[in-house]
């Protein structure tokens, strides 16, 4: 059930687009302008406390437990993904020179995103998504990193007569780097390693595991920082940046409690992954992209590259001492990419594959379980209503 409760993170193919005009990026600033003199900042608490290690939708489990995922049964927006280059245009006194890269702030990237959202198909029996979680290990020795990935596909019912599949695989660890190759080769080359930061022991392996599959029948799964997200919560979500803000705030503040948190950092990672991981309206995901673009404390990486190696925009954000978040976005198609989050040294991902409706069923493994607090696997001739 732990497991079940931190996977899933998705994204389409990389598409290219052509670089926006002038006039485009002027209006991107100016929009940027009014929200920042918009009164949503009014009232909020700027707490010098670190915030808890919380990952969003894992029941307030911490966030240093892998793979990094913001739902429990997490739903993404469908998403494609592109770089996108603004220029500024030759001065009047140097007509020949070429156009140099304009700098963007890190809102005029959200802003940007905001306006390239485009409409939903939204039609299909189940909303898939396909993910990849990512998490970077120090090999017992300390002498290299290891990278290890989870491949995590979400297969989300439109109505309440078909379960919720969650489709799960281990796909191995690796040298992060060509140096810590090195580095792997010289420590004879080793497939397997245990490694002392759980109990039990962490076991990981070179090669893949097998698939599997958790199912759900209650419907209920769908959560932010606990708040359950279901398919009436998700259409009554405000459409403005201002009522967007009031909502997320009341969720962040149910999720911690009593306990002191920065009210903007834990806005930025909460609006960042309803946005990656919940099938909200395109004008849900505007009115989100232009909330995180009036929060103050972020800044712009510009061109940038995600984990799975496509070009986006990056913006990042520190959320206390040690902690940063990294959001990589498409600013032509308004789609997100990928977020890290760096804890001290632990770092870890999500990433978006592909996302979309469709009237497909999921191609189930022969190992499966219930997601209801049963640990019985289910094996191929375990049956359920519409598998």
Known sequence: MDDLNQDLTLIRDLYAAPPPTPEVLADGRARLADAYASPMDAGVRR?????????????????RRWPLVGASLAAAAAVTVAATFLTAPSTPSTPAASAAPARLSAGDILLAAAGSVTPDAGDGAYWRRDGVAGRYERAP????????????????????????????????????????????????????????????PVKL?????????????????????????????????????????????RVVSKGYGKE????????????????MNFPTSPEVRAATYRMLAALPGASAESEATDPLGRKGQAVSRPAGPG??????????????????????????YEAIRTAAW??????????????DGGTSPKGAGYRGKHE
Do not use: C
Request: hydrophobic share 30%.
């Open 205 to 249: 392996q070179a090669g893949p595991g097998e698939r599997d599959a958790l199912r759900d029948d209650t419907g209920k799964t769908l959560t932010l920082l606990g708040t359950p997200m279901t398919p009436a919560t998700l259409n009554a979500l405000p459409t403005t940046p201002e009522g967007l803000r009031d909502t997320l705030e």
């Open 47 to 63: 707490e010098e406390r670190r915030p808890a290690l919380r990952a969003l939708g894992d029941g307030g489990r911490s966030r």
């Open 358 to 371: 469709t009237d497909e069923e999921p191609r189930l493994p022969a190992l499966r379980y219930d997601a």
């Open 141 to 200: 020795g300390g002498h290299y990193t290891l990278k290890t990935t989870r491949s995590i596909e979400l297969w989300l019912p439109k109505t309440a007569d078909r379960p919720t599949w969650v489709i799960r695989q281990e796909l191995g660890a690796k040298p992060a780097t060509p140096e810590d190759e090195t580095a792997w080769r010289a420590a004879g080359s080793p497939r397997t390693w245990t490694l002392s930061r759980g109990t039990p």
């Open 323 to 348: 902690e940063r978040y990294r959001f990589v976005v498409d600013t032509a198609t308004g789609l997100p990419l990928a977020l890290e989050s760096t804890i001290g040294q632990d770092r870890s």
């Open 260 to 275: 002191r948190v920065d009210m903007n950092a834990q806005l930025f990672e909460t609006g960042v992954r309803l946005v």
